[in-house]
């Protein structure tokens, strides 16, 4: 009996730090694993975000880098400037664009937009929080030109700085007008999305304007424009 009691004295005792391991293993595993799939999760979103960003930009770029049209007037409601945008468009495409080869220059940088728009009612529900979030100024990555597709009558360079451009007059001769944009905001399902783009014909000459896009069957549509400044 003596000898039992001595026995179990001496059994060595566990670590109160392993018992704490022990007891709350299950629970740390269920947290690592919950980490790694919101972790993937984010690199799917990502990966998502970046896709759809460059197909939205390879469509605006495409609508706006044929032969120089009048921008529509300002002051006209968003389904309105559509309407007119698309007379225009239509009016010039039996010149046939493909004949008409045009370099575009993209501006790297994306921007923010500086002041809130307020959208008309048509839109307002499903793409207002979309605009609201082109004033976001958070730093964002440069646009990567060789992401965009174009159509084989518009060649893509990487434009010179602002700075440059007002500084140097002649390299207005080695394209047909800069591009810039703000980066694209999307709804959740990645269904629509709003866009500020600049086109400027040269130091003096451009205007900006919001679009806002949808995707139809799988491909992105213009659904309706607005004109933001003319100068």
Known sequence: MRTQRSNRRSMPQRPLAVDRLVRYMPSLISLSFLGLIVQCKNIDDS????????????????????????????????????RVSDSIRRSIEPLG???????VAVYPVP????????????????????????????????????????PKWITLVESPTMDNLRADPRSWDNFDRVLSSSWVSFNE????????????????????????????DGAWKIVAKRTLNVS
């Open 47 to 82: 990966t998502t975000r970046e896709q759809e960003t460059y197909a939205v930009l390879s469509v605006i770029i495409e609508n706006n880098g044929g032969p120089i049209p009048a921008p529509p007037p300002e002051g006209l409601s968003d389904r309105e400037f559509k």
């Open 97 to 103: 664009l493909e004949n008409s080869k045009r370099t």
């Open 111 to 150: 921007s923010s937009l500086s002041d809130p728009i307020e959208l008309d009612k048509e839109y307002h529900l499903e793409y207002q929080n979309l605009v609201d979030r082109l004033m976001d100024t958070s730093p964002m990555g440069n646009i990567n030109i060789t992401k965009i597709k174009t």
């Open 189 to 216: 399902a990645y269904s629509k999305a709003a866009v500020v783009l600049g086109i400027t014909y040269s130091r003096s000459s451009g205007y900006s304007s919001l679009q806002l896009l949808e995707k139809v």
